[in-house]
């Protein structure tokens, strides 16, 4: 521990040297774009990393596998935190849930409170028509659309996912919606309890489904809304595949349920002393896994596996959307200069680990998510490649302001995911799950293709800074245990790697948190139009 200690103080030595530097001299010059590309944001809610056909021939996504091949496949890519608000934050703005103060579900920022421009408002600045169409995320207090002038949500204006002059699937589709709730009305919160997960053939038209809306909205907007004298900056984004699990019936059939494999699981019952143990203890945590549990232990091989594949229907049924989407781009000549962005906010545990869903934790199926980059901005020496540097929802900001033009932020801590930068390791942390973020001491995960180092300390961060106990490690030796089923944290024949690895996230951690940011940016919202009905 003293070892740990002393390398800890050596890395905050070499920060206090690095930020007498000038960091507009760090951030290098910009990019110059003779002609702004059209920027296409795709992204879709809890899909596994895994969940591509170029990665998992059983799944079937041939629109998502064309761009991958066509452009580049970051196949060790992170997200910043395994849920739904800090990670959308943390894309959005380019910048950690640590550095945001944005932990967890339950957080969120005011317009006023901001500490970085968001991804719209900084392509609206740069004379971007800007339309979103589906989940931000951005929650309470309601927030304006922070840069859309166009906008649609797949949500009822009476949830936590308003934005200020949004168009709404209540106020557009009252009847289709209420049919939609109708069907997944016992699949709980979130449509993540046990009948969620279950699922069924959907009864009800595509159409009336939040994610069938936000496609008609985005589609007809592509119709006639587009305006032809200024760059485009499109952002679609999806909730499925995450739970519930009621599929239209034609991308069940694309599935054959025999093909699909049952869920490995570890070789022993309960989990042994992980982040994931800790985070169980927790009474905030929850009656869900227990209740996943116990109904998955009861069910045959063949039951389980028709949530696996009722899953990957999901994710086919978006990429035929997006599929329709990328037709019309084409046909409006949007994409002869375009750069093409697809990812997930996280991935989905989909009942490793001994019948877990959901996400709440650092292990890969949870944290590491799909990303491609395509399209003509892409260098041609790049297209149809397989990127295994490590790679962060971070990286997005800095990589699209370069591709447009504008010189990044110096207090963003991304990369440029077109140059040839690199990291030694990918971050991610986690705070405890869906309230009261600051109750649970924070987890940190660094992580390359070979190894991720887990540091965490169990319990309440109140209680961690009173005591100053000794934090808790987790290793895993990926290549050879993809399944992180097997911690090495204790086994001194990887006492040089722990070592190492800790090292590494301490200086990233203390970079990161010296190079800002400092106080919240100047924004103010502006006018938004709902989609044109046609």
Partial sequence: MRQFFARFFLALLAVLLLSG???????????AAATPPNIIFFMTDQQRWDCLGTVNPLIKTPNLDRLAREGVHFRQAVCQAPMCVPSRYAMMLGLYPSQSGVYANSDSLPDSALPALPLPEILRRAGYQTAGFGKTHWREPIPSTRGFEVRAIGEPRDTVNYESGALMIDQDNPEGFKRYLDEVE???????????????????PAADHRDGWVAGQCLT???????PKHPLFLYVSFLKPHAGMNVPGEFEKLYDINTIPDVAQPPWEHEPVTHLAAYDADPQAGTRYPEWRAAWEKMTPMERRRTTLRYYANCSWLDSYFGQ????????????????????????????????????????????????????????????????RPAEHIDLVPTIMRAVGIKADPILPGLDLLSPHQRTGSFSEFHGGVSDPYKLAPTYMWRNA???LILFIPGKLADAAADNPLVK???????????????????DRYADVREQMKTELLMHLACVWAQGPHVPVKFSPVSVQAPAKH
Avoid at 221 to 227: E, Q, R, W
Avoid at 338 to 362: P, Q, W
Avoid at 473 to 491: A, I, R, V
């Fill in 21 to 31: 530097l000038n960091r507009s001299a760090l951030a290098g010059p910009a990019k």
């Fill in 186 to 204: 016992n699949f709980g919160p979130g449509e993540e309890g046990v009948e969620g997960y279950i699922g069924m053939t959907s009864k009800v």
């Fill in 221 to 227: 907007f592509l119709d006639h809304g587009v305006d």
């Fill in 325 to 388: 989407m990328l037709d019309k781009l084409k046909a409006l000549g949007r994409l002869d200069n375009a750069l093409i962005v697809f990812t997930a906010d996280h991935g989905e545990m989909m009942g490793e680990r001994n019948f877990r869903f959901s996400k709440y934790c650092l292990f890969d199926s949870s944290v590491r998510v799909p990303l491609i980059l395509s399209g003509s901005v892409v260098p041609k020496s790049l297209q149809g490649t397989i990127d295994d």
């Fill in 450 to 452: 070979s190894w991720k």
């Fill in 473 to 491: 490690g987790e290793l895993y030796h990926l290549t050879e245990d993809p399944h992180e089923w097997h911690n090495l944290y204790q086994d």
